[in-house]
């Protein structure tokens, strides 16, 4: 018996800057989420815990949110150091999230237009977590789907890498019968984005804005030249730029492979 | 001497908490939030207003209906565009569902464990398995209730400028009238708990801001009443927020805080069942009566206790919606279409300035832009509650240390930490 504690596999989660809506999405599953913490020993959880946080290693990190200050960036690679599986939790860790809107916007300006007399803010380019440290498995959207998650982490859990299906969003809105906004006239990034989440934003008619990433295979040539037909550059780029989708969407097109992989869910 | 606390769990972002004491005298109590600046309301500026709500309701994964209504109720001001009665009953209800779930998870698993010096949440939830059971039910009930007005509970989506973009089944609505009181009956569970605990005792008098009507309990909107220590009452309009309170810049944080009249203010449950008791729906009143406090109640650990009685009414208030939602429905276009903003412009032809309050979980929420002509942002101000109370936490916790100062280290940091987990403080909010 005395081993049965030793063996559960160490369990963190640790939030960067951000919202901390994928780890409400967590708590959202309720009983069926505690259920999982009794299967993994949580080592760190700020959300739930306040006590001293231990030394030693982890099985399992998440990570939710951007790295902005420097203590961000001093936790990612903490982190990254002592974990032997690190997955980004979200669209902000995985694709940049809202905020890489900044990166198109001259800094000093966007700080000005916040703070008036405060001293030094730390505005950094807000890029992938990927770009800083080795990422092992994505979970992609703002916010995370709930039953997707836990499904993860269950394969985690017993040691199996998980496979996310290389679907687009398509296929499960057009499952659920829902209406083709790309047709009826909206920027909808649906054909070249990771299905998975149910395709919940078109169930209330709002077009996908890719922020669960690109599949692999998906085809945004096509798209993109679908799309250019009817809306201008600067439209499109607009939208690809609300969930961070901008830049992978177009060193995707631009074929650049080098460095790391463009399509940022290829590992899951 | 200085007292450091750091990395303060079991709430939404992050903080450290530093003060020095001299000679008996506290010099300062600073909270540092250590959250980077998203810079969301500098991000927005030169965005589209149909983006504002979608990216405002980013701010903060735990209360997102909330950003995301204010949002849309400051845009439609500034197009002075009327929602119909039947889209602010929705709005209204996901706001019950948002007040409900997080009141309930802040109560019951952030800030009640605090009270039995219990410091992981696992362990509490492992020694109150009927309450945890209860806690989970009545939240799912709520979250419920949001995805299906909004279609999603965290960060929802069928609302927008105008209306909604797709309205709830009449199926799903009588389902959640069906589950009402399981949700009440659990509701009562959390509500008993919190009445047993013991909490510390601390008094510092304020002011109280929350929004006001005469006839509601209000959340959706009113005017803001503002109480001071000196027991005198005045209301201003929503739209004067900004004019009496002064948000200030400090250099050892990223969060700003606010001053009214150069004084730290309360908002929140406690503000709101201090300022608008008497305008409870039944059951939360007759909760409030057994209470027996002496109005102002000005003890901050008290805020769960209001919190706990708010569960209570804005389930009824979620009830009452329900059941009015439910007779009849419209199958009505939103109004966005209808005015064909989608096309990119102010409806109005010219530039516009529109703002709004609402009552979020933590307190008064205020959002306000400038729209150009073509419909994009030139101008955005967002004051969250947790920058509204920062201060008077800071003073309540200058007040407090001195009582707890002789104690040993770890209990007294509990003591702090209890303190600053009892206003619900979102330093996620605090720093957009």
Known sequence: MKSLKTIKPRFAIVSLTSCEGCQFVLLDQGQKFLDFLKSVEVDEFRLLEDDPEPKGDYDICLIEGNPITNENFKLLREMRKRSKILVVLGNCAALGGVWEIKNYQLKKKTIKLVYKDRGHIENPDIREVDNFVKVDYTIPGCPITGSETMEILYQLLAGKAPVLPQEPVCNECQNNGYDCLLQRGEICLGPITLGGCKAVCLKSKQACWGCRGLFEGAQVKNLMNYLLRNFTRDQINRVMEVFGARDTITQYMEGDKKGKPAIRNKSL | ????????????????????????????????????????????????????????????????????????????????????????????????????????????????????????????????????????????????????????????????????????????????????????????????????????????????????????????????????????????????????????????????????????????????????????????????????????????????????????????????????????????????????????????????????????????????????????????QIITPTVAYLKNMESDLMQYLPNIKSLPEKERTMKIRALIRAYDPCIACATH
């Open chain 2, 1 to 380: 001497m200085k007292i450091s606390v750091n990395h303060i769990g079991k709430m939404e972002g992050h903080t450290d908490f530093v003060a020095e004491i001299m000679k008996g005298d506290v010099k300062s109590a600073k909270m540092m939030t250590t959250e980077g600046a998203r810079l969301i309301e500098g991000i927005l500026v030169g965005r589209n207003f149909y983006e504002a709500p979608i990216i405002t309701s980013r701010i903060c994964g735990i209360c997102p209906v909330v950003h995301k209504v204010s949002s849309i109720k400051a845009i439609e001001n500034a197009f002075e565009i009327k929602p119909s009665e039947q889209t602010v009953r929705l709005r209204k209800l996901m706001m019950c569902g948002q007040m409900i779930h997080s009141h309930a998870l802040h109560l019951f698993f952030l800030s009640l464990p605090d009270f039995f010096d219990i410091t992981n949440d696992l362990t509490f939830i492992g020694e109150h398995k009927k309450e945890t059971k209860a806690a989970i039910a009545v939240r799912e009930w709520a979250l419920k209730v949001i995805e299906v007005v909004g279609g999603r509970a965290v960060h929802p989506i069928a609302c927008e400028v105008g209306g909604f973009k797709v309205l709830p089944q009449r199926s799903e609505l009588l389902s959640l009238i069906e589950q009402y009181p399981e949700a009440l009956k659990n509701a009562f569970v959390l509500v008993n708990m919190v009445l047993q605990i013991k909490l510390p005792k601390f008094s510092r008098s304020t002011t109280f801001i929350s929004l006001t009507d005469d006839h509601v309990y209000a959340y959706y909107g009113g005017d803001i009443k503002i109480h001071t220590p000196d027991g005198k009452e005045r209301v201003i309009e929503a739209k004067k927020f900004t004019k009496n309170i002064q948000e200030i810049e400090e250099p050892y944080r990223a969060a700003k805080s606010a001053k009214l009249d150069g004084k730290s203010f309360m908002v929140g449950a406690l503000a709101r069942i201090n300022l608008n008791h008497s305008k409870l729906h039944p059951l939360a009143k007759g909760i409030y009566k057994k209470l027996g406090w002496k109005i102002p109640e000005y003890n901050t650990f008290k805020n769960i206790v209001a919190q706990a009685v708010e569960v209570v009414h804005f389930l009824e208030e979620a009830k009452k919606l329900l059941d009015e939602l439910s007779l009849e429905m419209h199958e009505e276009k939103s109004l966005i279409k209808k005015l064909e903003l989608i096309a990119e412009a102010n409806p109005l032809g010219h530039g516009s300035f529109g703002c709004d309050a609402v009552e979020a979980p933590r307190g008064t929420l205020y959002h306000s832009y400038k729209i150009d002509k073509n419909g994009m942002l030139t101008d955005c």
